[in-house]
C-alpha cells in the first residue's frame, strides 16, 4: 500500500473505499501512512445490503438479481462510489470472508473512466483473516498495475 500512498501524493489524486468483506482494512492499511489525509477522501464499510443501498444509492433490484457478490456489483459499488466521493481511484469490495459453499470476493478499481474488476476465489480451509489478507492484496496488486498503466 505504501506505492499507493507515494504515487496518490506525488500525482495529486484521491481514493476512496467501500468495503464489506473487508471491514475496514484496506482503509486501515492506507491510513498507517503519515499524510493520508491528504490522499484519503473517505472509506465506508457496508457490510449489508441495506448499508450498501442506503451509503451508494444503489438499487435493491440489482442485488435481488446478481446477487451482493457478484461482479455486477463490484462494479455498481466503484461506480456509485466515484459519484458520491469525487475520488479519482474508487474501490469497491463485495465477498464472504468464509463460508461452506462460498469462498470468493469481487474487487472492482474505478480510475479515470476505466472500470476494473477481478475475482478472487478462496480455499476453503483458508480462516476468514487469510481471505480478508488476501483479498487486501488483491486490491494492491490492482492498483499497482493500474497505476502502471
Same mark, same amino acid.
Given at each position: !500500500?505504501?506505492?499507493?500512498?507515494?504515487?496518490?501524493?506525488?500525482?495529486? &489524486?484521491? *481514493?476512496?473505499?467501500?468495503?464489506? !468483506?473487508?471491514?475496514?482494512?484496506?482503509?486501515?492499511?492506507?491510513?498507517?501512512? &503519515?499524510?493520508?489525509?491528504? *490522499?484519503?477522501?473517505?472509506?465506508?464499510?457496508?457490510?449489508?445490503?441495506?448499508?450498501?443501498? #442506503?451509503?451508494?444509492?444503489?438499487?435493491?433490484?440489482?442485488?435481488?438479481?446478481?446477487?451482493?457478490?457478484?461482479?455486477? *456489483?463490484?462494479?455498481?459499488?466503484?461506480?456509485?462510489? &466515484?459519484?458520491?466521493?469525487?475520488?479519482?481511484?474508487?474501490?469497491?469490495?463485495?465477498?464472504?470472508?468464509?463460508?461452506?459453499?462460498?469462498? !470468493?470476493?469481487?474487487?472492482?478499481?474505478?480510475?479515470?473512466?476505466?472500470?476494473?474488476?477481478?475475482?478472487?476465489?478462496?480455499?476453503?480451509?483458508?480462516? #476468514?483473516?487469510?481471505?480478508?489478507?488476501?483479498?487486501? #492484496?488483491?486490491?494492491?496488486?490492482?492498483?499497482?498495475? *493500474?497505476?502502471?498503466?
Amino acid at each position: !500500500m505504501k506505492l499507493v500512498h507515494n504515487y496518490l501524493t506525488k500525482t495529486n &489524486q484521491t *481514493i476512496s473505499f467501500a468495503e464489506s !468483506m473487508t471491514g475496514g482494512r484496506l482503509s486501515y492499511e492506507l491510513v498507517k501512512f &503519515q499524510g493520508a489525509s491528504k *490522499i484519503f477522501k473517505e472509506g465506508f464499510i457496508l457490510y449489508s445490503d441495506e448499508a450498501k443501498v #442506503r451509503t451508494l444509492k444503489m438499487d435493491q433490484k440489482d442485488i435481488d438479481k446478481y446477487g451482493v457478490v457478484s461482479h455486477e *456489483i463490484a462494479s455498481l459499488m466503484a461506480t456509485q462510489l &466515484q459519484k458520491i466521493t469525487g475520488a479519482d481511484f474508487a474501490v469497491s469490495v463485495t465477498g464472504y470472508a468464509s463460508g461452506k459453499d462460498k469462498n !470468493m470476493a469481487y474487487v472492482g478499481v474505478l480510475h479515470k473512466g476505466l472500470l476494473y474488476v477481478d475475482d478472487i476465489v478462496f480455499y476453503p480451509e483458508d480462516s #476468514r483473516e487469510q481471505n480478508i489478507k488476501t483479498t487486501v #492484496r488483491k486490491v494492491v496488486k490492482m492498483l499497482h498495475e *493500474i497505476i502502471k498503466k
